[in-house]
């Protein structure tokens, strides 16, 4: 892996000597090359960022998911991007289609994760107006820590009363049936959890973009091409003006280009 960007008049130290191909970074050096923001005067404020991958002709999946798109360089830094979050916060449509499962605590890990108050991993925060979800899976049955569910104050009580005892804590995050993005991020930032990543679907982050809640996107190009309807990385309603964003960081392994664009 190299990096392309910031560019600096001093030699990359991540490039392999004497011009061989570049060498593979140490989770380390990526937990560094995408740390979140230092706490300011008054606390660590809650920072969202989305982890997504899209082909050269936009495409966001295939067939139905994301892994026929993504390498073994963007699968790493998946990891570390959960590994530095305190919750991971997911559409129930990606739950169903990607077959979701609770974080798992990484050894390689557990120290930073100590250092920074953090729990051994990341809580999984489901967003779901209707809670039609399967309780018997893992992700609900036997995660680390439990799952949350985000749903509107208008969910059906036997949805909700079944995710309790499931052992999910279902939070209102929205009247009616919806979810506001912007009241579920106070809420998971008043759990405590203020270092929020979220993995889409493509419906969700659409969502949180029209609500002006992303504070960043972590994007990996893929260099493929695959024609067809797949979705884009964001899909519904367009907001009024695009919103700009300004590029903090690219890399590059085997053809993937590793971006991080955050709020200007």
Known sequence: MRRLFPVTDVTDETAAPGGEESREWSLAELAAAYAYPEPGPGGREPWLRANMVSTLDGAAQHDGRSQPISCPADMRIFGTLRALADVVVVGA???????????????????AREAAGQGPAPVIAVVTAGLDLDFSLPLFTSPLVPTLLLTGAGAAP????????AGARVITAGEGGAVDPARAVRALADLGHTRLLTEGGPRL?????????????????????????????AGGPSVTLPRRFTLKSMLEEDGFLFTRYQRS
């Open 93 to 111: 449509q990606t739950v169903r289609q990607e077959g979701y499962r609770p974080a798992r605590a990484r050894a390689e890990f557990a120290a």
């Open 205 to 233: 982050l659409g969502q949180l973009v029209a609500a002006g809640v992303l504070d960043e996107l972590c994007l990996t190009v893929s260099p493929m091409l695959t024609a067809g309807d797949a979705q884009r990385i």
């Open 158 to 165: 036997d949805r909700v009363a079944a995710a309790e005892r």
